[in-house]
């Protein structure tokens, strides 16, 4: 009578149609981890964003953690309802901190498919996630737009001073 939402069952061209709001498993680099000899752990990564150049695909991960400690706060997105841990793929609640943020290449060496797969993919985020997700992404936006508006004017009354300064008023 009720229509039951199907799983999300990874498919094997990810890398050819990645999503805002997949879920993936991706070895993010950590700061600790450059002077290791093993990669860094494999942990679920939200796509914040899509970008294509030419016929190159890169996607932006947020970090992805199960720790409920203080480290990392910032542009978070917790996924902790049970409906919404089984639709992303995820075993234990997950705060995507989305103040870490990396942009990657969807053919990196750093998307790791589970054993016995062909896909990073574990699932997506839910209608009521999703939202959440692009309101961070606009904050992070409109963050960066008036950081890029600030470095304009500061160029321009940089290059006003210049100007002066050789004698032209």
């Not at 600790?32 to 890169?58: I, M, N, T, W, Y």
């Not at 309802?81 to 995820?90: I, V």
Request: overall charge positive; proline content about 7%; hydrophobic content about 35%.
């Amino acid at each position: 009578m009720f229509h039951q939402p199907q799983p999300l069952v990874p498919t094997l061209d990810w890398a050819a149609k990645p999503r805002r709001g997949d879920v993936v498993l991706f070895r993010f680099p950590v700061a600790d981890s450059a002077d290791q000899k093993e990669p860094p752990k494999r942990r679920p990564c939200l796509v914040l964003d899509v970008r294509r150049r030419g016929a190159e695909c890169f996607v932006e991960l947020a970090y992805g953690t199960s720790s409920k400690g203080r480290a990392n706060r910032g542009y978070e997105l917790i996924v902790k309802q049970p409906k919404s841990k089984a639709r992303a793929g995820l075993k234990k609640p997950t705060r995507f901190v989305c103040a870490r943020r990396i942009f990657v290449n969807v053919k990196s060496k750093g998307f790791d498919c589970p054993d016995g797969t062909t896909s990073p993919l574990t699932g997506c985020l839910d209608e009521a996630l999703m939202e959440r997700m692009n309101a961070i992404r606009a904050r992070i936006q409109a963050e960066a737009d008036i950081a890029a508006h600030y470095r304009e004017e500061r160029r321009r009354e940089q290059a006003r001073w210049a100007h002066e300064d050789r004698g032209f008023r």
